[in-house]
């Protein structure tokens, strides 16, 4: 086997595997099998102010980040198929994007325990 697949198949390993986990994640924290901790999910003050808080951050954030780890699942085989350069393009495409939609679920769920659960105290 080449070295460049093996790197290559290190490197889809790497990038499925951090997708995986983002998706197990989002759900996990939405349905409150993970609770508030100091090494999953959303991290801020709003979040962290109550279990009903990390409920409802971490339901609104959902679609985004699924949909952060997706688009690193979905980049990974592609690296399979493309040169060097091209497979570089891809992971710092798939990155950015998920980094942009987990910055974005971080934005909806801070917003839904301010709209939602910080009136009511």
């Known amino acids: 086997m080449h070295p460049d697949?093996?790197?290559?198949?290190v490197l889809l390993l790497v990038l499925a595997g951090a997708g995986l986990l983002l998706v197990w994640c989002a759900r996990a924290t939405a349905s409150g099998r993970i609770g508030r901790n100091q090494v999953?999910?959303?991290?801020?003050?709003?979040?962290?102010?109550?279990?009903?808080?990390w409920r409802t951050a971490h339901r609104a954030a959902r679609p985004l980040s699924e949909a952060a780890g997706w688009a690193l699942v979905a980049a990974s085989p592609v690296l399979l198929v493309v040169d060097d350069a091209a497979g570089l393009v891809v992971v710092l495409?798939?990155?950015?994007?998920?980094?942009?939609?987990?910055?974005?679920?971080?934005?909806?769920?801070?917003?839904?325990?301010r709209r939602e659960v910080w009136p009511r105290r």
């Open 5 to 9: 697949t093996v790197a290559d198949l």
């Open 93 to 113: 495409v798939a990155t950015g994007l998920a980094l942009a939609l987990t910055v974005g679920g971080l934005v909806v769920g801070t917003r839904a325990v």
């Open 40 to 53: 999953a999910g959303i991290r801020t003050a709003p979040p962290l102010a109550s279990d009903d808080a």
